[in-house]
Nanobody, 124 residues
């Protein structure tokens, strides 16, 4: 069983940066692949980025590639999402998710565990 809690959302101007955190409680955090998804108003939840348990491999949606960076600190049971050059279209609720294999956090229908989400609003 794994519980994940996101933090770090807020309001930022276009071009600015935010860093989200996802703290996990439970055993063996390092065996879980972790991902970030987002859901904008009136839209379906979509994949943003994912990272393997060791942190050795990362995956990004084309829309965020080069602007967002996912990382993790297994000693702190935490995964991070550094978001730079933010755009108004990045406005959404951002969700942290976990799965036992990375394929589960590349597909919105598959993660085992979800956080409650944190709001990110980018003003133009």
């Amino acid at each position: 069983q794994l519980q994940v809690v996101e933090s770090g959302g807020g309001l930022v101007q276009a071009g600015g940066s935010l860093k989200l955190s996802c703290a996990a409680s439970g055993r063996a955090f390092s065996i879980y692949a972790m991902g970030w998804f987002r859901q904008a108003p009136g839209k379906e939840r979509e994949f943003v980025t994912a990272i393997t348990g060791s942190g050795g491999s990362t995956y990004y949606a084309d829309s965020v590639k080069g602007r967002f960076t996912i990382s993790r600190d297994n000693a702190k049971n935490t995964v991070y999402l550094q978001m730079n050059s933010l755009k108004p279209e990045d406005t959404a609720i951002y969700y942290c998710a976990a799965g036992t294999i990375v394929a589960q956090v590349l597909d919105v229908s598959r993660p085992f565990y979800w956080g409650q989400g944190t709001q990110v609003t980018v003003s133009s």
